[in-house]
T-cell receptor
């Protein structure tokens, strides 16, 4: 069974204090690794898809990277509006379904 | 372009009652998925439709859950009879192919 582990569970940052979130995975035949952002009371919002080791994607203050065993989501100079739960999910084998990690809740203080 | 919509946003029912959740995917998306998150746990896959056909039902917990997608458009997820452990947030997602899935806002189900 696919396993996705995210760390830390929670992260409190000062505005402008850069940090990284980790997503480690154990799957048979990775097809894609997905990062989502979820705000309270809302559904997950798509951020990035990574398909192969060495790939990187960027969007505003967020940058996602992928190795053969894990992915990192780097938040550079975060702002309070970056506060959210960040979810990592994998798609493997011939399946379309996503297997999610438990998420990292990021709080950015002004 | 309208996103994935779900109805109702909240539902509170008694144990043993029936509840039907509805999902309208993004127009043109053949793939439709149901997921749920129960308290304190990660989001878990329930099932996957391609148009009106069930492609993968491996995540459906038991035969009290019935999903349909008539005509390959909207989908319904019926829980009958509901049990306490069915409480959680039910998410629907859609995708045009085997790539990124776009999620709806979810339906929060509370079974008393």
């Amino acid at each position: 069974e696919d396993q996705v582990t995210q760390s830390p569970e929670a992260l409190r940052l000062q505005e402008g204090e850069s940090s990284s979130l980790n997503c480690s995975y154990t799957v048979s035949g990775l097809r894609g690794l997905f990062w989502y952002r979820q705000d309270p009371g809302k559904g997950p919002e798509f951020l990035f898809t990574l398909y192969s080791a060495g790939e990187e994607k960027e969007k505003e203050r967020l940058k996602a990277t992928l190795t053969k065993k894990e992915s990192f989501l780097h938040i550079t100079a975060p702002k309070p509006e970056d506060s959210a739960t960040y979810l990592c999910a994998v798609q493997a084998g011939n399946d379309y379904k996503l297997s999610f990690g438990a998420g990292t809740t990021v709080t950015v203080r002004a | 372009e309208a996103g994935v919509t779900q109805f109702p946003s909240h539902s509170v029912i008694e144990k043993g009652q029936t509840v039907t959740l509805r999902c309208d995917p993004i127009s043109g998306h053949d793939n439709l998925y149901w997921y749920r998150r129960v308290m304190g746990k990660e989001i878990k896959f329930l099932l996957h439709f391609v148009k009106e056909s069930k492609q993968d039902e491996s995540g459906m917990p038991n035969n009290r859950f019935l999903a349909e997608r008539t005509g390959g458009t909207y989908s319904t997820l019926k829980v009958q009879p509901a049990e306490l452990e069915d409480s959680g947030v039910y998410f629907c997602a859609s995708s045009p192919a085997d790539n990124e899935q776009f999620f709806g806002p979810g339906t929060r189900l509370t079974v008393l």
